[in-house]
């Protein structure tokens, strides 16, 4: 198994040099925004289910998940282990209800069941299968009985398989979710609610009104979000857990 120190410090230095221009490469343009809005759906839809007082958000990367709750009143503590990406969170936080910590994901600052909610997105691609198990973990310790997890997945069958088509052909890809992957991360926790970001090509049909509105909700039904590039869970920890 990779070192969890080694592996998060070549995370940190992966992502150093990118955090000044993350959001404007990956989140402007008619495709960014669409993507911005497709994952802010999902999580406010999450949250507003979960109704936490307090989210941990790990890791906080540029801080979208700040700037996609900022208008909620909800208190938010995003760690994140590279200091440039807490500098560029700092634009989306406020003093009143947001605190930045210079933290590892494998181990964070925080006491057993101190929160009612932590959201991770994009971060359990960056590792194989093996290595997350304890991130897992170190997430499930922090939420307090009943409490929730929202964490989203890249999907190796979008578009019925293409993503593990381009491995088997040798071309650069990031981790998938396997098969039953999350309920063995996270045992005895509850699926609450599972849903895809987007389908194939659906951002070129998400602007026509009655089109747009039925692919998005068809996003979050079973089978057709296996289809979505990734997946959102929102987990439900055990009373007595």
């Not at 933290?103 to 964070?108: D, E, G, Q």
């Not at 897992?136 to 009985?145: C, G, H, N, Q």
């Not at 071309?171 to 998938?176: A, I, P, R, W, Y």
């Not at 869970?233 to 007595?240: G, I, V």
Request: proline fraction near 4%.
């Amino acid at each position: 198994m990779t070192n969890q120190h080694d592996a998060s410090r070549s995370d940190a230095r992966c992502y150093a040099h990118l955090a000044g221009d993350y959001d404007e490469q990956r989140f402007s343009g008619r495709d960014g925004r669409f993507l911005y809005h497709c994952d802010r759906r999902i999580i406010r839809r999450f949250v507003d289910e979960a109704r936490p007082v307090q989210i941990v958000d790990a890791p906080v990367g540029t801080g979208r998940v700040l700037h996609y709750l900022r208008d909620l009143g909800i208190r938010v503590a995003g760690v994140d282990i590279t200091l440039e990406m807490l500098g560029t969170a700092r634009k989306n936080a406020s003093l009143d209800k947001h605190t930045l910590k210079l933290a590892n994901a494998a181990k964070l600052p925080f006491e057993d069941g101190r929160f009612d909610c932590l959201s991770s997105l994009r971060f359990f691609h960056l590792f194989p299968v093996q290595d997350r198990q304890q991130f897992a973990d170190e997430f499930s310790r922090v939420i307090r009985p009943g409490g929730y997890i929202i964490v989203s997945f890249t999907n190796g069958m979008y578009a019925g398989g293409w993503n593990w088509l381009k491995r088997m052909l040798g071309f650069k890809t990031v981790f998938f979710e396997y098969p039953g992957e999350v309920k063995r991360l996270f045992a005895g926790w509850s699926i609450e609610r599972l849903e895809g970001n987007f389908l194939p090509k659906q951002w070129w049909l998400d602007s026509l009104p009655a089109i747009g509105g039925v692919l998005r909700r068809l996003t979050q039904v079973t089978p057709l979000n296996r289809l979505c590039w990734e997946r959102f869970y929102l987990l439900r920890k055990p009373l007595d857990g």
